[in-house]
């Protein structure tokens, strides 16, 4: 499964969402994403990289995450970074999480097996 997925990723060149773009809905790509925009809905893809410009809200589904902006919402991700200027108000479910110092997070950061994320066809339901 992973080495399709780094086989994908290879055949489709980065994309960007520019900083005048806002996007409502689902944003879905199999290659990497850069969002330097808003986006309030939800994401998929193999990479996603939140600049610092860049300010989310919803749910983020990827191999891996990278996140210096704001974001607000659930992150699924094997390998996540967080990055001196994220501010991030959520949940971020992971297998590895970097955190840089000065970073601001409001929330938690559960743990999951590599399994859970090769498995995650349906995101569970939000509590209110």
């Known amino acids: 499964m992973f080495a399709r997925a780094q086989q994908i990723h290879a055949e489709h060149p980065p994309s960007r969402l520019g900083r005048a773009l806002r996007v409502r809905g689902l944003v879905e790509m199999d290659g990497e994403l850069t969002v330097d925009g808003t986006v309030l809905g939800r994401i998929n893809a193999y990479r996603v990289n939140l600049s610092s410009e860049s300010h989310v809200e919803g749910d983020v589904v990827a191999n891996e995450v990278h996140v210096e902006g704001r974001f ?50 349906q995101l569970p339901e939000t509590r209110l």
């Open 72 to 121: 607000s919402g659930r992150i699924f991700a094997l390998h996540v970074t967080v990055e001196s200027s994220a501010t991030i108000t959520g949940r971020i479910f992971h297998n590895t999480v970097s955190v840089a110092k000065g970073a601001r997070i409001d929330g938690r950061m559960p743990w999951r097996p590599p399994s859970y994320f090769l498995t995650l066809t």
